[in-house]
Structure formats: C-alpha cells, structure tokens
T-cell receptor, first 113, second 112 residues
Framework: DQQVKQNSPSLSVQEGRISILNCDYT??????FLWYKKYPAEGPTFLIS?????DKNEDGRFTVFLNKSAKHLSLHIVPSQPGDSAVYFC????????????FGKGTTLSVSS | DGGITQSPKYLFRKEGQNVTLSCEQN?????MYWYRQDPGQGLRLIYY???????QKGDIAEGYSVSREKKESFPLTVTSAQKNPTAFYLC???????????FGPGTRLTVL
C-alpha cells in the first residue's frame, strides 16, 4: 500500500502563474518531508524540505505547506517558469537518520510560455 | 567539486549475465542508497548502507547484491536472478544526521 501518494500524474500551467503540486501520506510517523525535481534521464535534485514542527517553509519561488491533521503537503511555485517543467517527487521520512525515503510516484509539471 | 558519480550512463546486458553498476561519492556521506525507477513509478529502494561493511535490504532487493568496502563506494550488482532488470538505477547518499539525500545522474540498464 502506498504510504506517499501524488494523485495527479500531470499538471499544466502557464508561465507566470502559480503551480501547486499536492502530496498525501498515510503514515503518521512521518516527520520530515522533501520535494525533488527530476528531468528525464537525470537524477533527482533536492528542492525543499519541511519538518513536521513547521507548517510552512519558503525558499525563493518555492514554498512547501504542511497540514499534519490532513496528512497533506503541497509545493507552490510562484511564478512558474518554462524551466520548471519536470517531474516532481514528494518524499517522506520517519526521521531515523540514514534510512531510506519513501517516494510518491511523481507529478509531471508542464509550464507553457 | 563534491558530488555523486555513477557509471556508466547507459549499459546493455544480455539476458543471463550479471552486471555491476558503479556509484562513488566524495561528499564524505556515511549513508548510501540504491533506487530503481520504472516508467510511471516512483523511486523504489533496493539496498542501503549506513556504514562501511554493513548494508540492509530495501523493498525490492531480490536479484540484486551490493558491497560497501569503502565509505566512498557502493556498487550494485544486478544478477541474472532479477526478472525485470531493465530500468533506470539511481544512487544517493546522505549524512547520518539528516534525511536529505543527494542523487547521482543515474544509469539506464537495458537487457537485450
């Protein structure tokens, strides 16, 4: 059973608008969440993370929001740029250092100019 | 520059042959990981290692083997027992006191 779910396989947004990527999780032990960006045939690149003691973390155009009661997090990209077109993976951890992350299946973001 | 390297970028193997994928990091990270990505799928964990000479199975370890003789290196062998080896393989590493993993560029393995 999937512990980390990205229910939207794809998202299309116009340049300059906001992109919102969503992620749901089922394991209440998860206390650290990350977003990765991946281009085809390349390794994922770390974007931004959030600890469960926070409900928001911001880094430039990227903001991650965490709603623990709903077991939901979202990544906001404002403004969206064509170079943001990629697959975005949500990942979660129970914060046992050195253990593996649990990944969602990814959402493909397409930003049109 | 510090980073993670994987070689080769593309690898072709005949059915029934074992093949070893290389992963090296110079980030001084203690933990290293191997994931597999299939089309439309997330990253699935094959093996991980937190310390030299020790490693643990992930969710899909069958048909794979690893070694961790040096802190910098974590090679993955895809054996002939792996039923569907064609995939994109990703290596990652992290410090022990953080959950953020950093990935290499990946190796695409195709079994002919």
């Amino acid at each position: 059973d999937q512990q980390v779910k990205q229910n939207s396989p794809s998202l299309s947004v116009q340049e300059g608008r906001i992109s919102i990527l969503n992620c749901d999780y089922t394991n209440s032990m998860f206390d650290y969440f990350l977003w990765y960006k991946k281009y085809p045939a390349e390794g994922p690149t770390f974007l931004i993370s959030i600890s469960s003691i926070k409900d928001k973390n911001e880094d430039g155009r990227f903001t991650v929001f965490l709603n623990k009661s709903a077991k939901h997090l979202s990544l906001h990209i404002v403004p969206s740029q064509p170079g943001d077109s990629a697959v975005y993976f949500c990942a979660a951890s129970a914060h046992q250092a050195g253990t593996a992350l649990i990944f969602g299946k990814g959402t493909t973001l397409s930003v049109s100019s | 520059d510090g980073g993670i390297t994987q070689s080769p970028k593309y690898l072709f193997r005949k059915e029934g042959q074992n093949v070893t994928l290389s992963c090296e990091q110079n980030l001084n990270h203690d933990a290293m990981y191997w994931y597999r990505q299939d089309p439309g799928q997330g990253l699935r964990l094959i093996y991980y290692s937190q310390i030299v000479n020790d490693f643990q199975k992930g969710d899909i370890a069958e048909g794979y083997s690893v070694s961790r003789e040096k802190k910098e290196s974590f090679p993955l062998t895809v054996t002939s027992a792996q039923k569907n080896p064609t995939a994109f393989y990703l290596c990652a590493s992290s410090k022990l006191d953080t959950d953020t993993q950093y990935f290499g560029p990946g190796t695409r393995l195709t079994v002919l």
